[in-house]
Structures are given as structure tokens and as C-alpha cells.
């Protein structure tokens, strides 16, 4: 659960304990989430936040600009770890204007800098009981302490993992009280747990095969669902390769 590395964790999970300062919405549309607004200078290398006042992490701490920068300059010690996201590489420093106003300096204008910054991991953010010692969260946390609607009340490696509702959580509250999630990593066995009751739901990609969730949804006792596509896939084929020079070669490949 730590929000700055990659593995191993799991993109659903860290979303319910940590939050970004903007959404990306349906429609490609950034809303405020733990910002409430924020304005770009003119040649588009400063964005100013302002923070949403109330907010709480999950211990009871606040979020303010000090924590909000302190995390970004985790990101931007170990930027080269990130540089898979554009922004990484052209973030130059953090300034806590006041207790609610932070603002990021780019070396260069970068357009997608507020979508980049709504994505689930590394760009959100971890409460400062969280932190180690040194700081250096590449190395792992204290704690999984964050502002989402949930925290990660207990855990057994290979086995579970039991989410219950943030009380400090400064948005709507989840309507139960406590999520588990069980790990099963053959999808077979995932099926039968479903049909036996001991799961109520399972979700995700390629988690059970495909002729699998087609029996459970043509035996009509159970909801299913399948999402709009979620992704691109793109094959590129080199032309200068003597083999695929041919058209036809290509065009046997769509």
C-alpha cells in the first residue's frame, strides 16, 4: 500500500486509501478533488493549488500545503524511478505559499501536468505518520495513511486483505462498513468461490476467463457486466524488415 512504488500492490487498492489533488472524469474532463482550484501562470510552468480546507487523513492529521510538498519532493528525488510520467521530467520545486496554497514549478510548459497529476500512483499522497524515518519512501512506509474513504484495517500476505470506512473522511462515506478482499490466484478456484457464496463479487481484468464469466451470466442467477474498453492496444510493424515489406505480410496480420 505504499502510494510511491509500482510493486507489488494493486492500482483499486491504492485508490481507495489515497487521493489525488484532481480527477480525471468521464468525457476526459478534470474535476477538483483534494484541490479545490488551481491557476496556471502565463508561459505555463507555475501551477498554484488551492487546497481543500477540512481535510483530514485517516489518523486525524491535516492536509496542507507542508504535506502536500513533502510528498512531491519524494516524487522529485526519485524522479528517475517515475519517468514514465511526463511531468517527472520536467517538475523543477515546490513552494507552501500558505497553509492551504502550493505551488509547482516546471522547468518547461508541459500541457498534460494536471492530467498527469490525477493518475492513481506515484502523485498521491501519504500522511506523515506514514513516512519512515529517513523519509525515502522507495523503501517502504510506517503505515498506509491517506485521505480516501477507506483504510486498510487488516491484512494477511497470500490470504485477505479487510477494508473498513475512514471516519475522518471528508467526502460522501462509502455505504458499508467494511470491504474484504480475499486472494485467490487461480481463476477456477475464484469461480467456485463465487458460486459457493463465499464471494459476492469478483471484479476486474482477466481475473476468471471469459468462457467462465459467459457460463455465470447465461445461468441467470447473478448480475454481470462488462465495462467500455479501458485501453488502446497498438502493433507497429517495421516496414524496413525485409519480410514485412511485403503488404500482403502486413494485411495477414489485421
Keep these: 500500500m505504499n502510494p510511491h512504488v509500482y ?16 480527477s480525471y472524469t468521464e468525457g476526459g474532463e478534470l474535476q477538483p ?28 492529521t491535516p492536509f496542507n500545503a507542508e504535506i502536500v510538498k513533502k510528498n512531491f519532493d519524494t516524487w522529485i528525488e526519485h524522479s528517475s524511478l517515475h519517468s514514465w510520467l511526463g511531468v517527472m521530467n520536467v517538475l523543477e520545486k515546490t513552494e507552501v505559499v500558505d497553509e492551504f496554497t502550493f505551488k509547482m514549478v516546471l522547468k518547461e510548459p508541459y500541457y ?20 519512515p524515518d529517513g523519509g525515502d519512501t522507495s523503501q517502504g512506509i510506517k503505515e498506509p495513511i491517506g485521505t480516501g474513504p477507506w ?15 475512514n471516519p475522518n473522511y471528508w467526502g460522501e462515506s462509502p455505504k458499508i462498513d467494511k470491504v474484504t478482499v480475499k486472494i485467490i490466484p487461480d481463476a477456477e478456484t475464484r469461480v467456485l468461490a463465487f458460486e459457493s457464496g463465499e464471494l459476492d463479487l469478483i471484479f ?33 510493424l ?14 495477414a496480420w489485421i
Design 112 to 131: 498534460p501536468a494536471l492530467q498527469d497529476l490525477a493518475v492513481v500512483r506515484p502523485v498521491r499522497f501519504l500522511g506523515e505518520a506514514g513516512f
Design 7 to 22: 510493486n507489488p500492490s494493486q492500482l483499486f487498492a491504492q485508490s481507495m486509501i489515497y487521493e489525488p489533488l484532481v
Design 151 to 165: 483504510m486498510l484495517s487488516d491484512y494477511k500476505q497470500d490470504e485477505y486483505a479487510v477494508f473498513t470506512r
Design 204 to 236: 476486474g481484468e482477466g481475473v476468471i476467463s471469459m468462457d467462465a464469466f459467459n457460463q455465470l451470466k447465461e445461468s441467470g442467477q447473478y448480475g454481470t457486466d462488462l465495462s467500455e474498453p479501458v485501453g488502446t492496444r497498438s502493433l507497429l
Design 33 to 60: 478533488h483534494l484541490a479545490d482550484s488551481w491557476t496556471i501562470s502565463e508561459d505555463g510552468k507555475e501551477y498554484t493549488f488551492k487546497l481543500r480546507e477540512g481535510v483530514q487523513f485517516s489518523d486525524g
Design 238 to 251: 517495421n516496414t524496413s524488415n525485409e519480410k514485412l515489406a511485403d503488404l500482403r505480410v502486413r494485411l
